[in-house]
């Protein structure tokens, strides 16, 4: 038979066990779950003007961004520019051994498209060291907007300096590949322009 004083050492155990329990309980039932976050990327790309896109480049990082909009919008400027210089890279490679009207609009591509990734480098930075509120985080963040922009037209640039370019399977392989480019450098600016409103 058990004495009060066991039964009181078996309470304080009890108590003890409980109390260095909770902190892991409650962070389980607290922490976003892996569905939640694909759908909170999903939902918020829905304002996008790629969605599909937007959701196909970003879930993956489902697990970073959580449902955190800042991170959404720094996720998406990092993915915008690695496919950009990863379309730089191939330009340049192309630029090397083309005839010399597809090698001048190639050069032209491959100048704009350094131009972009400098650009997205400068809101990448800019974003990861957003601070302070008011009339300071609003400034800041119109960089960022003002850089994604201006990375998202020197794309556009690209293509547009084929026009004169004979169209065959170069020509159309460029132009795809730097419609995609565009295609996640206008929906990184979508969700960096919606994060910017809901801080304003």
């Known amino acids: 038979?058990?004495?009060?004083?066991s039964l009181f050492i078996v309470f304080l155990f009890a108590v003890h066990l409980h109390l260095r329990l909770l902190p892991i309980v409650n962070a389980a039932a607290t922490a976003p779950s892996p569905?939640?976050?694909?759908?909170f990327i999903r939902s918020s790309c829905q304002t996008t003007q790629y969605p599909d896109t937007c959701y196909n480049s970003l879930s993956?990082?489902?697990?970073?961004?959580?449902?955190?909009?800042?991170?959404?919008a720094l996720v998406a400027i990092t993915v915008s520019l690695e496919?950009?210089?990863l379309v730089a890279a191939y330009v340049s490679n192309l630029s090397r051994e083309a005839e010399p009207?597809?090698?001048?609009?190639?050069?032209d591509c491959l100048s704009v498209f350094r131009d972009a990734?400098?650009?997205?480098?400068?809101?990448?930075n800019q974003m990861?060291?957003?601070?302070?509120?008011?009339e300071s985080l609003r400034f800041q963040m119109s960089n960022i907007q003002t850089w994604m922009s201006a990375a998202l037209t020197n794309e556009e640039t690209c293509t547009d300096g084929f026009e004169d370019v004979?169209?065959?399977?170069l020509k159309s392989d460029v132009s795809d590949r730097a419609a995609k480019v565009k295609e996640v450098t206008s929906n990184a600016l979508a969700l960096i322009n919606s994060y910017a409103n809901n801080i304003s």
Do not use: C, E, F, W
């Not at 569905?35 to 759908?39: E, I, L, P, V």
């Not at 993956?60 to 959404?72: E, F, K, N």
């Not at 009207?101 to 050069?107: D, E, K, N, P």
């Open 35 to 39: 569905a939640n976050n694909s759908d």
């Open 128 to 134: 990861r060291t957003l601070g302070g509120s008011g």
């Open 60 to 72: 993956s990082y489902a697990s970073v961004i959580q449902q955190d909009p800042g991170r959404l």
């Open 101 to 107: 009207r597809t090698g001048a609009a190639l050069h």
């Open 1 to 5: 038979m058990q004495t009060p004083r």
């Open 117 to 124: 990734a400098d650009q997205m480098r400068d809101s990448l």
């Open 166 to 169: 004979p169209d065959g399977p």
């Open 83 to 85: 496919k950009a210089k």
